[in-house]
């Protein structure tokens, strides 16, 4: 990228590269199976739980080949879309800055959370991280829910080690 197309804004933003798989990790975090037979709770903190469990496992799965500067743009895309999320509820610029850092945190602690766990398919320590980083319905079995929700991560985060990265670039090739 030139000088002045930086400075003026004119190169292509290099997320749009990626913004096919955001789109798919936004759409398998809304899979109704884990809102009905997994048991997380259809709200927004549930589904922002299963967005950054989902976002987890894509960029995990990245990191592990020459994608690593790709699951760092996916990670811009989810500030990008936090942020307007965030706006759309009401909250103002003052507050929007401090509650993007603390989602950021958020995804990071759960991304070291889920790191190990892919890499080394230890279920039970996903069942862990699953029962800590995910907010069940109401009145359910937490333990068993966890186990549901971990183990459908895990077939998740193996389907995506099938894939060559330019699959995983074409995310409509993956799913």
């Not at 760092?72 to 706006?87: H, N, T």
């Not at 990071?108 to 959370?113: C, E, F, V």
Request: aromatic letters at 6%; charged letters at 25%; a negative charge.
């Amino acid at each position: 990228m030139s000088l002045l197309s930086r400075m003026l804004g004119t190169a292509p933003d290099p997320r749009e590269a990626v913004r096919p798989l955001w789109h798919r990790v936004i759409e398998l975090a809304r899979d109704p199976v884990y809102y009905t037979e997994c048991q997380v709770a259809d709200s927004v903190a549930g589904r922002f739980d299963m967005i950054t469990a989902v976002l987890s496992a894509v960029m995990v799965r990245l990191e592990a080949s020459d994608l690593r500067t790709q699951s760092a743009l996916l990670a811009e895309l989810f500030v990008e879309d936090m942020d307007g999320q965030l706006r759309e509820f009401g909250i103002n610029d003052v507050v929007v800055g401090k509650r993007i850092g603390k989602l950021m945190s958020v995804l990071g602690g759960r991304l070291g959370a889920y790191r190990g766990v892919f890499n080394e398919g230890d279920l039970e320590r996903l069942t862990a991280a699953a029962g800590r980083n995910v907010t069940f319905a109401e009145g359910v079995d937490e333990a068993v829910a966890a186990r549901v929700v971990a183990e459908r991560l895990m077939k998740l985060f193996n389907r995506l080690g099938r894939f060559s990265d330019a699959e995983m670039m074409s995310a409509s090739a993956i799913w």
